[in-house]
């Protein structure tokens, strides 16, 4: 999508350069390049390397222009699917970090006591994994299980998320039930696909962008550039968007129409959509018979009718209309989609009778007074959906025939709220009643239709007796558990309490930085103290190494090797690596090295089991040509060669010379549902969700308080938010975001974004504002309150008025409260300050909320 | 003849500022400065409130006051549309900045070498001199030490000289290389172009061909080489929320 | 032969030549202070011109131009008072007003003399400067027109004036043996004061001072034109700058041309030949400009209530109520005060030197902060694009140039004093 021109350029250019520079040398004697005096004599050498972004979960392709080997500038791949020749700040402003001096330099070992900021004493890298090796050690003699690799966003997922943990035998814990894994459980359960929603974007024609953060932020799967991109070309061939967001500022100048939602609500809204979209008729009856257990027979007791076939299979019984009879569904020749039926002498109605008279009460009205909008928007806006949904409508693509449905929902973060799981399956059903999933234009949740694991895992929820493991796996309390940082931190604090009795000892952490980014700051101050030893891979000092690391090992930014990694755009598929576009500076190390000394020294590099064993495996090299060999250390390089050969590719010199593989179109048959052999991947969609019912009984029986097994139920349900119940006092909603110039926390420590995102700042309603006295820059506090434990918290930060954001919310960016950093410090605090987590403040499958009621009154004015 | 200029597609700038960085770094401008800037607006009550989002280069206008109240002809316009300014007969009067009516002149307030301290990032630290050389900033760009045009003078990159006047320069030492300017080239959304206008069929030609468009401040006659197209221009009642970190 | 009743051994008169304590005192005084300014120029030379509070317009929200640019009108604007005066002194040849001829000869060239270095000290880089505003000077630039042409060509042909009419007196001097005779010699350069060489000397003066006038005219027009010619900038294009600015230059002028004449008269025992109708004279003139700006002040004042723009609203406001409202209702004041205070005089024909000095003293301020008013808002509230309202207050450093200018300026015109009698003598009688 570059300009013709500048691709030619491009060439050009590289070649031009080294004319313009010995003009410049025959005009000026002293050209104060970095060459020393001596190097200038021959001049400085120019050339372009092909990297890819450090900072962003999609890694963008770049090339890297580099004088005498010292990269000045970084600039987009040109043809890369995600960001075809083009960057966004971030990726512009990370040239500035590689250079930082504050890196960690060396390995450092801890000189004084945790808890408080690190004093530290440069060491060997051979002497500090050491001390790493004899910890881990230690703790893997008695229970491996109790060494913890916490991980952030990581980049070589196979060989350390995988090949490292497997070879350790350790405990794996993740970010995501910060981010956005309540909205992969809905989807697994209920879709059987590992994403959220996205819609066919491309394609599509109406689309509802749920809290979709378009000018900031990526949304669902990519960080940013892909989906701005293509939300234009759809806008260009007509797309609508709908806004539904507490703030405007995300979708900004793009928000057709606005709709500003209550936070926390949205479950209300999905609820009463799916009320009109029934009450104006607007449903895909084949799609819901054939692909959804909508006419699946529910008895009084709420369970599934089923019959077992002769290997004792389990088979839900519909009623078909063709024989009067309860027939299995996969012999049912024309099911029945609603009504009520007598077997033997009792009465079952369909899932999908269930579902009306269950939305029956959601009405747009009701739905008006819980979300804070107007009742004849949300009426609209259903008609709408409708209208575009197109219902029977389909498409040829590459000459297959594919329903089209182009109207989707685009929803990730919707996933931070108590109720998001059950908001997401809500979102999902709103789709689902137009038969929107899999078709074209329609929704999707990944560029494939592949099945999880979990869909199968899901029917049948473990509610074990304690005791638990620290991460509470099958327990009472979280029949699904996305294995949250913030219940282990609550957990570590009371054991007992929870019904563990092991906690983790040794702590790995790699690319993830708890204290600043999740939420709640005060829970992992009360509980990192607790590990007997923490180990942090990071090229930064984070604000969890700088209080509770006891080693902290050096890790490269940008130069090092990584992959494989995904590049396709969800139409195109592609691969890369992250090939070095200079050696790692100071003494930093790239992880996969680090990994390979780390695992040499703990004794588990080769033989039976061991990381190289599980790196083949990975990589997909076992018992191919291109096997790494047994016991000796490979290289790097030499692992990814291997890969890249073992893709069918000259080796990793493919990626060196062409910076990018790409594998071409995802074709129809894998993009959509409908047409994927079989449909959906084999599964039938779970309108009703007969497991969580049963798993909910469960843990009744077993003694969970009602605020976890609540909304174990088969249909969402809507409730009150446990904030809610905060005294009126506390009559703001807080809800925090992402802005553009920044990744998470880890980037504020680069001046030259802080420069153009400004600092911390707190969005305030020109109207509140004016209710509590305060304008525009005053400095105000933040105080939240805990509805369940009575708890308050506060934070100082500085208002900065909008007209962009609901009277009763306001709105924080989350990246800032940094203070290992000379330029990070001092820019204010963090929202996690202030959220809680926990009971109340997570949702009903371990994942955390980003919204709390709050008030907030001038610096001063209050004690 | 060769004519640059520059459209901005209103409809679709994002407001992401990745033009403003790429530039800050392409040209290596210091602190608060910023030759392109973006700015973020907001107008109207809630609910019916508006964004806009709308990019502010150097207009390089084609009869600009700038270049007419230069008293030693060191702000000038080249044949091909560009206004530049010669970094090595600036006097430091300021009274281009004066009679600017967009507000994109920069002056070197500070020493260039000072002028780096407030990233609070040491870039004299020995570990890393020895990488970079002790190149002020890492990333310089020796392409600002060519003279540039027929003319031959020193007229790209920024922080050459104290008490000196500097701009966007529509990136000239890319452009007479064929490349896009820095910003153009990294905008993630295309809502930048750059080309010869003289040229029917250059994209930009192509691209602004019956297309309705506007000119910042056309009421005062400047004649920009910067077009707009979508959106309207900024209304006076126009609020604008997140200000980049300007002071020095 | 005139030489021969030249009365030998007589020290020179005014005190030139004798230094008092006094003097030293004053010449102390007025060193420190330039050296302060000195100082102050040098630290915003190493430190760049951050060690000012200007700043970028736009983004930065700040002042490009700042105090130095508001002197430099000011300065200007003095000079031109002073040698007005002396001109139409020669013009019409108003005898009773002679004793203050080279007084506003002597203003006039100190005057521009500061007026050339605060721009100077305005330069990013004064050196480049200095060489690089005539090598390559653009006649087009108005800023050509207030610096080369006013300050030039215009020191020049003020100091060529106050040569010419201060070559009898230094004829005369040059006739008594004094330690400072050779100097005078020089200066008298063969000039006799014969009748001839005196006819020939009023006419050549005379025609100078016809040129002058509409030299000055130009000169300041253009000076006025630096601003009102921007179309960019709210508050400046179109206003009456031109008329205003003339106005405003005699004002202050005359306001010196006062202070300084009471000053000598007292310092000199001067009485009679500085007399109470040189002060009625000077007093009648400062207040019927004074009334003349005021109305321009009352113009200013309904044209910023109703402005057409909201641009120019925000400046007016910015004038009237908002951030600049101190500078300008302190400047309308310390220039209508002395207006009423003269009107009073004039109508009661009582005339006090006192107050006269305090409102010449007044008048001065008032100008200075008028000038400051038309620099700095039409740049910090005068944004076409919707960028922050900006503000500017002048640093220590740039005050203290300022000081080191008036001091600077004292100095010179004691130095004078010393060298040179600053009153003409009478003619000796034939
Ligand atoms: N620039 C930038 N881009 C990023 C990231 C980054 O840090 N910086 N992070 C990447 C990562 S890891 C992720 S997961 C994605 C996240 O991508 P997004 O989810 O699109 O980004 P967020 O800012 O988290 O989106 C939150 C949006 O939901 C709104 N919101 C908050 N509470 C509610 C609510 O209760 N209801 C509704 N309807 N809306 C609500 C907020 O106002 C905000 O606009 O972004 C990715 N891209
Ligand atoms: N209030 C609020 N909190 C949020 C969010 C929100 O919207 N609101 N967003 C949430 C989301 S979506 C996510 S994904 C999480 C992300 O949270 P995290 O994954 O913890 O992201 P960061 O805060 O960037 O922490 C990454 C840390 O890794 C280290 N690091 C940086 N680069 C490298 C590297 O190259 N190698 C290694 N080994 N380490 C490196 C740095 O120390 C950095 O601090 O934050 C969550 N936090
Ligand atoms: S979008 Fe994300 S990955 Fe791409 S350049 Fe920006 S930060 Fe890097
Ligand atoms: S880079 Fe493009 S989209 Fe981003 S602000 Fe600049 S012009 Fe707008
Ligand atoms: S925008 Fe300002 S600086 Fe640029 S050309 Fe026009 S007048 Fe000159
Ligand atoms: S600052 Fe430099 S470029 Fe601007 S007008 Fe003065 S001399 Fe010309
Ligand atoms: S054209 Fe070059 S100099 Fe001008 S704004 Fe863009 S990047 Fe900066
Ligand atoms: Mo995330």
Same mark, same amino acid.
């Given at each position: ?111 004084? *006591? ?32 109790? &060494? ?9 997922? *196979? ?91 995300? *979708? ?120 804070? &909008? ?176 006891? &080693? ?32 790692? +500076? ?153 802005? &553009? ?30 209710? +509590? ?91 | !003849? ?19 960085? %790429? ?27 508006? !964004? ?46 004066? %009679? ?78 064929? !490349? ?69 | ?34 050296? =302060? ?12 011109? #951050? ?35 002396? /001109? ?42 200095? @060489? ?98 921007? @179309? ?18 005699? #004002? ?81 004041? /310390? ?25 010449? /003293? ?5 100008? =200075? ?62």
């Amino acid at each position: 999508m570059m300009q013709p021109v500048s691709r030619r350029a491009f060439l050009k250019g590289t070649a031009a350069a080294g004319g313009t520079l010995a003009a410049s040398r025959f005009l000026f004697e002293t050209l104060d390049t970095v060459a020393g005096a001596d190097a200038l004599a021959l001049g400085p050498v120019e050339d372009r390397v092909f990297t890819t972004c450090w900072i962003g979960k999609q890694d963008c392709g770049m090339t890297a222009r580099r004088i005498d080997g010292r990269v000045v500038k970084f600039e987009g791949m040109a043809g890369h699917p995600r960001n075809d020749g083009t960057l966004c700040p971030k990726g512009q402003a990370q040239i500035i970090s590689i250079y930082d001096p504050n890196r960690v330099k060396t390995p450092l070992i801890r000189t004084n *006591a945790k808890g408080v900021s690190g004093e530290w004493r440069e060491a060997s890298w051979d002497e500090a994994l050491q001390v790493v090796a004899d910890e881990v050690n230690r703790v893997r003699a008695e229970d491996p299980s109790l &060494v913890l690799w916490q991980k952030g966003r990581s980049k070589s997922e *196979a060989l350390y998320d995988n090949a490292f943990i497997k070879a350790l035998g350790s405990s794996k814990l993740g970010h995501g039930a910060y981010c956005s894994d309540t909205g992969y459980r809905a989807l697994e359960y209920t879709l059987g696909l590992h994403g959220v929603l996205n819609p066919d974007l491309l394609s599509t024609r109406y689309l509802l962008a749920w809290g979709w953060n378009i000018t900031n932020a990526g949304g669902n799967k990519f960080c940013w550039i892909t989906w701005p991109r293509q939300m234009l070309e759809a806008r260009e061939k007509g797309l609508r968007i709908v806004h539904i967001d507490p703030r405007l500022r995300a *979708a900004g100048p793009f928000a057709d129409q606005w709709l500003p939602i209550r936070p926390s609500t949205d479950l209300a809204l999905a609820l009463a959509l799916c009320n009109q979209l029934i009450a104006q008729g607007y449903l895909d009856r084949p799609y819901l018979t054939r692909y959804t257990n909508a006419p699946y027979l529910v008895g009084e007791d709420g369970m599934i009718l089923k019959e077992t076939t002769g290997d004792d299979q389990e088979i839900a019984l519909v009623w078909d209309i063709a024989s009067g009879s309860a027939r299995p569904a996969t012999e049912a020749a024309e099911p029945a989609l609603e009504g009520g039926y007598d077997i033997d002498g009792s009465t079952y109605r369909t899932a999908f009778d269930l579902f009306k008279e269950h939305v029956n009460g959601y009405t747009p009205e009701w739905a008006g007074e819980v979300c804070g &909008v107007d009742a004849s928007l949300i009426r609209q806006i259903a008609s709408e959906f409708g209208d575009n949904a197109r219902i029977g409508a389909t498409t040829v693509i590459d000459g297959v025939e594919v329903p089209y449905r182009p109207v989707g929902i685009m929803a990730y973060h919707m996933a931070q709220q108590e109720l998001g799981f059950q908001a997401l399956r809500a979102m999902t059903m709103v789709t689902m009643l137009v038969g929107a999933p899999g078709a074209v234009g329609g929704q999707l949740s990944d560029s494939t239709w592949k099945i999880h694991k979990n869909y199968a895992a899901f029917e049948d929820l473990a509610v074990n007796d304690p005791p638990y493991d620290f991460m509470l796996k099958g327990s009472k309390y979280f029949p699904i558990n996305t294995g949250f940082p913030g219940m282990v931190a609550k957990v570590m604090q009371d054991p007992a309490r929870y019904g563990v009795e092991k906690l983790p000892k040794v702590a790995i952490l790699h690319y993830v930085n708890p204290v600043l980014a999740f939420p709640s700051q005060p829970d992992f101050l009360a509980s990192y103290t607790k590990f007997e030893h923490m180990t942090v891979i990071s090229p930064w000092m984070s604000e969890t190494a700088d209080l509770f690391a006891d &080693v902290v090992l050096p890790a490269a930014t940008i130069e090092k090797y990584e992959g494989p990694l995904s590049a396709g755009d969800g139409y195109i598929d592609a691969r890369v690596l992250r090939l070095p576009p200079m050696d790692p +500076l100071f003494e930093s190390r790239g992880e996969i090295d680090i990994y390979l000394d780390l695992a040499e020294k703990i004794g588990v590099l080769g033989g039976e089991g061991g990381y190289i064993e599980h790196i083949n495996s990975e990589l997909g090299l076992t018992d191919t040509s291109f096997a790494l060999p047994d016991g000796a250390r490979p290289d790097v390089r030499d692992i990814f060669d291997r890969w890249a050969k073992a893709q069918g590719l000259s080796g990793i010199d493919y990626f060196e010379t062409n910076g990018i593989w790409v594998k071409g179109p995802v074709p129809p048959t894998s993009a959509y549902g409908y047409v994927t052999d079989p449909p959906f991947g084999g599964v039938v969609h779970r309108l009703y969700g007969e497991s969580l019912l049963k798993a909910g009984r469960l843990m009744e029986e077993k003694g969970a308080e009602e605020i976890y097994y609540q909304d174990y139920l088969p249909f969402p349900t809507w409730r009150q938010p446990t904030m809610d119940s905060s005294p009126e006092e506390y009559d703001l909603y807080l809800i925090s975001y992402k802005l &553009v110039e920044h990744k998470q926390s880890r980037t504020t420590l680069i001046p030259l974004l802080t420069e153009l995102s400004g600092k911390q700042r707190i969005d305030v309603n020109p109207a509140t504002a004016r209710r +509590l006295a305060i304008s525009d820059g005053d400095e105000v506090v933040v105080e939240s309150h805990n509805a369940v434990t009575g708890e308050t918290r506060s934070l100082t930060t500085v208002a900065s008025l909008t007209d962009g954001i609901r009277p009763d919310v306001v709105g924080m960016p989350h990246h800032f409260g940094s203070w290992s950093h000379p330029a990070s410090r001092d820019l204010g605090p963090t929202p996690n300050e202030v959220f809680f987590t926990g009971e109340g403040y997570m949702g009903q499958t371990a994942d955390a909320s980003f919204q709390v009621k709050v008030r907030i009154f001038r610096r001063g004015d209050r004690a | !003849m060769t004519r640059y200029a520059m459209a901005v597609d209103l409809n679709r700038c994002q407001g992401c500022r990745a033009c403003v960085e %790429a530039c800050k770094i392409e040209n290596n401008t210091p602190n608060a400065v910023f030759w392109m800037h973006v700015f973020r607006l907001e107008e109207g009550e809630f609910p019916n409130t508006k !964004m806009t989002f709308l990019p502010r280069p150097c207009q390089h206008c084609n009869n600009a006051p700038c270049v007419k109240v230069c008293p030693v002809g060191a702000r000038y316009k080249r044949e091909d549309g560009l206004v530049l300014t010669d970094f090595d007969r600036c006097i430091g009067c300021r009274y281009c900045e004066v %009679a600017c009516p967009y507000g994109v002149n920069f002056f070197n307030w500070r020493n260039p070498e000072e002028a780096w301290g407030e990233y609070q990032i040491p870039f004299d630290d020995p570990d890393l001199a020895s990488v970079t050389g002790g190149a002020v900033p890492p990333y310089k760009n020796p392409d600002h030490d060519v003279r540039h045009g027929p003319e031959q003078r020193l007229t790209s990159g920024s922080a050459h000289f104290k008490g000196v006047m500097e701009k966007c320069t529509f990136c000239v030492h890319r452009v007479e290389q064929g !490349m896009l300017p820095a910003c153009v080239d990294t905008c993630p959304v295309q809502a930048l172009r750059f080309g010869d206008v003289e040229d029917e069929d250059s994209p930009i030609s192509r691209f602004l061909r019956d297309k309705e468009s506007f000119q910042l401040l056309e009421e005062l006659g400047t004649d920009p080489s910067v077009v707009y197209v979508g959106g309207n221009p900024p209304s006076s009642h126009a609020r604008e929320i997140e200000r980049p970190l300007t002071g020095v | 032969m005139t030489v021969a009743h030249s009365r030998v051994n007589e020290p020179l008169p005014q005190g030139v030549g004798r230094l008092s304590r006094r003097w030293f005192l004053v010449v102390g005084l007025a060193t420190a202070g330039t050296a =302060i300014g000195v100082v102050g120029w040098l630290v915003e030379h190493e430190q760049g011109m #951050v060690a000012t509070g200007m700043r970028d317009v736009g983004t930065m929200g700040g002042a490009t131009w700042g105090l130095y640019i508001s002197m430099v009108v000011y300065f200007v604007g003095v000079s031109f008072a002073g040698i007005t005066v002396a /001109a139409l002194i020669r013009l019409f040849n108003l005898e009773h007003l002679k004793g203050v001829a080279r007084m506003a000869e002597l203003l006039t060239v100190v005057a521009l003399l500061l007026g050339a270095l605060a721009i100077v000290v305005d330069l990013g880089q004064p050196l480049r400067g200095l @060489v690089n505003l005539f090598r390559y000077a653009r006649p087009q630039s108005p800023f050509f027109g207030t610096f080369s042409l006013v300050v030039s060509g215009y020191l020049f042909s003020s100091l060529v004036y106050l040569y010419l009419t201060s070559r009898p007196d230094a004829a005369r001097l040059a006739a008594k043996p004094s330690k400072l005779q050779p100097l005078y010699r020089v200066w008298a350069a063969g000039y006799e004061d014969t009748p001839d060489q005196r006819a020939r000397d009023r006419r050549v003066t005379f025609w100078l001072a016809l040129a002058i006038l509409p030299l000055l005219i130009v000169a300041h027009s253009s000076l006025g034109f630096v601003f009102g010619l921007q @179309v960019g900038r709210p508050g400046w294009f179109g206003t009456l700058q031109a008329p205003a600015f003339v106005v405003l230059a005699g #004002v202050s002028g005359i306001g010196h041309l006062i202070v300084l004449a009471a000053l000598v008269r007292r310092v000199l025992h001067e009485e009679h030949r500085i007399g109470m109708e040189v002060f009625t004279w000077l007093g009648r003139f400062l207040m019927l400009l004074l009334f003349v700006y005021l109305y321009f002040v009352v113009v200013e004042i309904f044209t910023a209530i109703y402005q057409p723009t909201v641009n120019e609203q925000r400046i007016g406001d910015a004038l009237l109520t908002g951030e600049y409202a101190p500078v300008f209702w302190g400047s309308v004041a /310390a220039l209508a005060l002395p207006a009423v205070g003269l009107a009073w005089m004039a109508v009661t024909r009582r005339w006090r030197i006192g107050w006269m000095v305090a409102f010449g /003293a007044l008048v001065n301020l008032g100008a =200075i902060g008028k000038r400051f008013l038309i620099v700095a808002p039409s740049q910090t509230h005068g944004q076409l694009l919707p960028y922050p309202v900006g503000t500017y207050t002048p640093s220590l450093v740039e005050y203290a140039v300022v000081l080191g200018l008036f001091s600077l300026g004292a100095l010179l015109i004691a130095g004078f004093m010393k060298l040179f009698p600053i009153v003409e003598m009478e003619e000796a009688a034939p």
